[in-house]
Protein backbone atom coordinates (compact mmCIF):
# COMPACT_ATOMS: atom_id res chain seq x y z
CA UNK A 1 0.00 0.00 0.00
CA UNK A 2 0.99 3.29 -0.89
CA UNK A 3 0.02 6.01 1.33
CA UNK A 4 0.15 9.74 -0.13
CA UNK A 5 0.26 12.28 2.44
CA UNK A 6 -0.98 15.88 0.56
CA UNK A 7 -1.84 19.17 2.28
CA UNK A 8 -0.79 22.83 2.42
CA UNK A 9 2.75 24.22 3.04
CA UNK A 10 3.53 23.48 6.84
CA UNK A 11 0.59 21.65 7.22
CA UNK A 12 3.41 18.69 7.99
CA UNK A 13 3.75 16.04 5.33
CA UNK A 14 7.36 15.65 5.29
CA UNK A 15 7.32 15.16 9.55
CA UNK A 16 4.04 13.16 9.37
CA UNK A 17 5.43 11.02 6.67
CA UNK A 18 8.55 10.10 8.65
CA UNK A 19 6.91 9.23 11.68
CA UNK A 20 4.15 6.90 10.07
CA UNK A 21 6.91 5.18 8.23
CA UNK A 22 8.51 4.21 11.31
CA UNK A 23 5.45 2.80 12.57
CA UNK A 24 5.01 0.94 9.33
CA UNK A 25 8.20 0.04 8.98
CA UNK A 26 8.31 1.26 5.48
CA UNK A 27 10.04 3.56 3.20
CA UNK A 28 9.00 7.00 3.67
CA UNK A 29 9.40 9.35 0.08
CA UNK A 30 9.76 12.88 -0.49
CA UNK A 31 9.08 14.00 -3.38
CA UNK A 32 10.49 17.41 -3.09
CA UNK A 33 13.30 16.11 -1.92
CA UNK A 34 13.58 13.84 -5.15
CA UNK A 35 13.24 16.73 -7.60
CA UNK A 36 15.92 18.36 -5.32
CA UNK A 37 18.14 14.98 -6.09
CA UNK A 38 17.20 14.19 -9.14
CA UNK A 39 17.41 17.81 -10.85
CA UNK A 40 20.58 18.97 -8.53
CA UNK A 41 18.65 22.03 -7.43
CA UNK A 42 16.51 23.45 -4.84
CA UNK A 43 12.65 24.07 -5.46
CA UNK A 44 13.37 27.60 -5.37
CA UNK A 45 16.21 27.44 -7.68
CA UNK A 46 14.17 25.17 -9.94
CA UNK A 47 11.19 28.13 -9.68
CA UNK A 48 14.13 30.76 -10.60
CA UNK A 49 15.50 28.72 -13.61
CA UNK A 50 12.43 27.02 -15.15
CA UNK A 51 9.26 29.53 -13.34
CA UNK A 52 6.38 27.48 -11.93
CA UNK A 53 5.02 26.03 -15.21
CA UNK A 54 8.54 23.99 -15.68
CA UNK A 55 8.49 22.93 -11.73
CA UNK A 56 4.73 21.70 -11.80
CA UNK A 57 5.41 19.64 -15.14
CA UNK A 58 8.42 18.33 -13.76
CA UNK A 59 7.00 17.60 -10.41
CA UNK A 60 3.71 15.64 -12.14
CA UNK A 61 6.49 13.86 -13.91
CA UNK A 62 8.43 12.41 -10.67
CA UNK A 63 4.80 11.76 -9.16
CA UNK A 64 4.13 9.54 -12.02
CA UNK A 65 7.56 7.67 -12.42
CA UNK A 66 9.26 7.69 -9.35
CA UNK A 67 10.16 3.94 -8.92
CA UNK A 68 7.83 2.99 -5.52
CA UNK A 69 8.31 0.16 -3.23
CA UNK A 70 5.22 -2.08 -2.90
CA UNK A 71 4.49 0.05 0.90
CA UNK A 72 5.50 3.43 1.73
CA UNK A 73 4.67 6.77 2.94
CA UNK A 74 5.17 9.41 0.36
CA UNK A 75 4.99 13.06 1.25
CA UNK A 76 3.90 15.51 -1.72
CA UNK A 77 4.05 19.13 -2.68
CA UNK A 78 1.77 21.24 -1.56
CA UNK A 79 0.96 22.35 -4.85
CA UNK A 80 1.15 18.59 -6.57
CA UNK A 81 -2.04 18.03 -6.18
CA UNK A 82 -3.84 20.98 -7.59
CA UNK A 83 -1.98 20.43 -11.19
CA UNK A 84 -2.61 18.03 -13.79
CA UNK A 85 -4.99 15.28 -13.25
CA UNK A 86 -2.27 14.13 -10.50
CA UNK A 87 -4.72 13.58 -7.65
CA UNK A 88 -6.33 10.91 -9.59
CA UNK A 89 -3.51 9.34 -10.41
CA UNK A 90 -2.52 9.16 -6.74
CA UNK A 91 -6.31 8.22 -5.50
CA UNK A 92 -5.63 5.69 -8.32
CA UNK A 93 -2.55 4.01 -6.93
CA UNK A 94 -2.64 4.54 -3.26
CA UNK A 95 -4.68 5.93 0.09
CA UNK A 96 -4.81 9.80 -0.11
CA UNK A 97 -4.76 11.73 3.11
CA UNK A 98 -5.32 15.26 3.03
CA UNK A 99 -3.53 16.82 6.07
CA UNK A 100 -6.06 19.77 7.28
CA UNK A 101 -5.36 22.69 8.75
CA UNK A 102 -6.61 26.29 9.58
CA UNK A 103 -4.76 29.13 7.67
CA UNK A 104 -3.37 30.65 11.10
CA UNK A 105 -2.31 27.78 12.53
CA UNK A 106 -0.02 27.27 9.35
CA UNK A 107 1.20 30.56 9.14
CA UNK A 108 2.36 29.94 12.79
CA UNK A 109 3.97 27.08 11.15
CA UNK A 110 5.90 28.82 7.90
CA UNK A 111 8.78 30.94 9.99
CA UNK A 112 11.05 29.78 7.43
CA UNK A 113 9.87 31.24 4.05
CA UNK A 114 13.06 31.40 2.42
CA UNK A 115 12.89 28.18 0.82
CA UNK A 116 9.44 28.55 -0.20
CA UNK A 117 9.48 30.75 -3.50
CA UNK A 118 5.97 31.21 -3.76
CA UNK A 119 5.71 32.70 0.19
CA UNK A 120 9.44 33.86 0.33
CA UNK A 121 8.73 37.61 0.33
CA UNK A 122 5.15 38.16 2.63
CA UNK A 123 4.93 39.32 5.97
CA UNK A 124 2.96 36.94 8.38
CA UNK A 125 -0.75 39.31 7.62
CA UNK A 126 -0.02 39.34 4.02
CA UNK A 127 0.83 35.04 4.22
CA UNK A 128 -2.47 34.86 6.29
CA UNK A 129 -4.67 36.53 3.36
CA UNK A 130 -2.64 34.03 0.84
CA UNK A 131 -3.03 31.50 2.41
CA UNK A 132 -7.43 31.77 2.91
CA UNK A 133 -7.55 32.45 -0.76
CA UNK A 134 -5.39 29.61 -1.71
CA UNK A 135 -6.68 26.95 0.81
CA UNK A 136 -10.54 28.13 -1.01
CA UNK A 137 -8.98 27.03 -4.59
CA UNK A 138 -6.78 24.25 -3.42
CA UNK A 139 -9.48 22.34 -1.08
CA UNK A 140 -11.23 21.16 -4.16
CA UNK A 141 -8.45 18.99 -4.82
CA UNK A 142 -7.47 18.23 -1.56
CA UNK A 143 -10.46 16.99 -0.20
CA UNK A 144 -10.82 14.34 -2.98
CA UNK A 145 -8.48 12.32 -0.51
CA UNK A 146 -9.95 9.35 0.51
CA UNK A 147 -8.98 10.48 4.02
CA UNK A 148 -9.75 14.25 5.47
CA UNK A 149 -8.28 14.65 8.84
CA UNK A 150 -7.40 17.63 11.26
CA UNK A 151 -3.45 17.60 11.38
CA UNK A 152 -3.18 19.98 13.91
CA UNK A 153 -1.79 18.19 17.30
CA UNK A 154 -2.22 14.99 15.34
CA UNK A 155 0.25 12.16 16.01
CA UNK A 156 1.45 9.47 13.69
CA UNK A 157 -0.61 6.59 16.05
CA UNK A 158 -3.92 8.16 15.32
CA UNK A 159 -3.02 8.91 11.44
CA UNK A 160 -2.09 5.40 11.21
CA UNK A 161 -5.76 4.31 12.90
CA UNK A 162 -7.47 6.40 10.49
CA UNK A 163 -6.20 5.02 7.78
CA UNK A 164 -6.62 1.67 8.79
CA UNK A 165 -10.31 2.13 9.20
CA UNK A 166 -10.77 3.72 5.85
CA UNK A 167 -8.67 0.58 4.42
CA UNK A 168 -11.35 -1.87 6.75
CA UNK A 169 -14.82 0.64 5.03
CA UNK A 170 -13.23 0.33 1.95
CA UNK A 171 -12.65 -3.53 2.19
CA UNK A 172 -16.21 -4.15 3.64
CA UNK A 173 -18.18 -2.22 0.56
C1 LIG B 1 4.51 24.36 -3.03
C2 LIG B 1 4.85 23.65 -1.91
C3 LIG B 1 6.23 23.20 -1.63
C4 LIG B 1 7.02 23.03 -2.94
C5 LIG B 1 6.92 24.27 -3.77
C6 LIG B 1 5.49 24.66 -4.11
C7 LIG B 1 3.10 24.81 -3.20
O1 LIG B 1 6.18 21.97 -0.93
O2 LIG B 1 6.58 21.92 -3.67
O3 LIG B 1 7.55 25.30 -3.05
O4 LIG B 1 2.71 25.17 -4.32
O5 LIG B 1 2.34 24.79 -2.20
P1 LIG B 1 5.84 21.86 0.66
O6 LIG B 1 4.35 21.79 0.78
O7 LIG B 1 6.50 20.59 1.05
O8 LIG B 1 6.42 23.06 1.31
Same mark, same amino acid.
Given at each position: ???????????????????????????????????????????????????????????????????????????????????????????????????????????????????????? #? *??? @?? $?? %?? !?????????????????????? #? *??? @?? $?? %?? !???????????
Amino acid at each position: MKIFLVGYMGCGKSTKAKQLAHRLVCPVIDLDAEIVNKSGKTIAEFFEAYGENGFRAYESEMLKTYNYPETCVVATGGGLPCFFDNMDWMNAHGETVYLEMEPSQLVSRLHNRQKRPLIK #D *LND @EQ $LL %EF !IKLKLEERNAFYRRSKIVINAF #D *LDA @ER $LE %EA !IRNAEGRAANK
